[in-house]
């Protein structure tokens, strides 16, 4: 992957979350407490801020180091949690991967998730989204069709119940709203798998 | 020092500061003592890199006791062992106690000579299993 490609991808990441993090927070504020947009953003612009120091590593280094930065600087549980995520994905993905290649290191990347917030797939959690991500990844799914599915799985975190996280306080009552990590991974997923796409 | 050191990790700086000067009240300056709370931004969170250096300020070869409070808390104390990696992350254990009371048990046993497992039994003893 080139190093211009990996800075694009970091500027169309940050853009995403800058876009949104009102909307993420107003998402958190109904069933969390209320920091996700404003955590997300401060953490993606610290990797933007270095973003072309990240581009001129390999990818596998680059990805540990875009990882360990949003563990330092996004805070709340969100931090280890896309933290992990990164860095999991660069400990298992080549210098230059093919989809084989990525579909694989991201289904450990989301275990590793999984593990950092002992959490499952149906807990009204990031891995909702993560979880069928991995699998039209690792299916023949195109960048459009995994962006469907990422809003698709997002959206059908609105009837759980939280079972993780701030949100699982509110029992019964966290039904009926999105789960904010979910619909941050869902936006990742899209904006980046858009400017991945449109480079291939 | 010899003894167990207690790190203490709130969400707010405030409750951090007090749940530690219980601990003082309770055990002096025989058992090492760090805590951090906030965002490190102003605001109420926990952040990895104050959770590190409040390990390092405790740090004591007998292991240290993590206290906590709520979820990102934990999750936040948990990466931060990891980032400090061996050999000390296996002589560090986040706790599953309630912050407060956690905190000055453990701290208690801490400052008899207990080990790091009895230490962190002893907060244990207070959360329902």
Redesign the interface.
């Known amino acids: 992957m080139a190093a211009l490609h990996l800075a694009r991808l970091i500027a169309v990441a940050a853009d995403t979350i800058a876009a949104h993090a009102e909307e993420l927070t107003a998402l958190d504020q109904a069933i969390g407490d209320g920091d996700h947009g404003l955590n997300m953003k401060r953490g993606f612009e610290a990797v933007r801020a270095e973003a072309d120091a990240f581009a001129a590593k390999p990818l596998p280094d680059a990805l540990k180091a875009i990882g360990t930065k949003l563990v330092m600087t996004v805070g709340g549980a969100s931090g280890p949690l896309f933290g992990t995520l990164f860095m999991a994905l660069g400990k298992e993905i080549a210098a230059d991967p093919d989809r084989k290649n990525l579909a694989a290191a991201f289904g450990k990347a989301v275990e590793a998730v999984a593990a950092r917030g002992k959490s499952q797939i149906g807990q009204k959690t990031m891995l909702d989204v993560l979880q069928p991500v991995h699998d039209a990844l690792a299916g023949d799914k195109t960048a459009a069709e995994i962006a469907d599915i990422a809003d698709a799985a997002a959206e059908a975190t609105v009837p759980m119940k939280a079972l993780r996280g701030r949100a699982s306080f509110l029992g019964e009552r966290s039904i009926g709203h999105m789960d904010a990590g979910a619909r941050s991974t869902a936006l990742l997923v899209r904006s980046v798998g858009q400017a991945i796409g449109e480079s291939a | 020092m010899s003894n167990v050191g207690i790190v203490i990790v709130s969400h707010s700086p405030l409750v951090a500061e007090g749940t530690a000067d219980m601990v003082r009240q309770m055990v002096g300056d025989e058992v090492p003592l760090a805590w951090c709370g906030g965002?490190?931004?102003g605001?109420?969170?926990?952040?990895?890199?104050a959770i590190m250096g409040a390990i390092d300020k405790a740090w004591s070869e007998a292991g240290v006791a993590i206290l906590v409070d709520?979820?990102?808390a934990e999750?936040?104390s948990?990466?931060a062992v990891e980032?400090i990696g061996e050999p000390r992350a296996q002589k560090i254990i986040v706790c599953n106690a309630p912050i407060v009371e956690g905190a000055v048990m453990a701290a208690t046993e801490s400052s008899g000579g207990a080990s790091l497992k009895e230490v962190v039994a002893t907060a244990h003893e207070l959360s329902p299993s």
């Open positions: 965002n490190g931004h605001g109420l969170g926990t952040n990895v890199e709520l979820g990102g999750t936040n948990e990466m980032m």
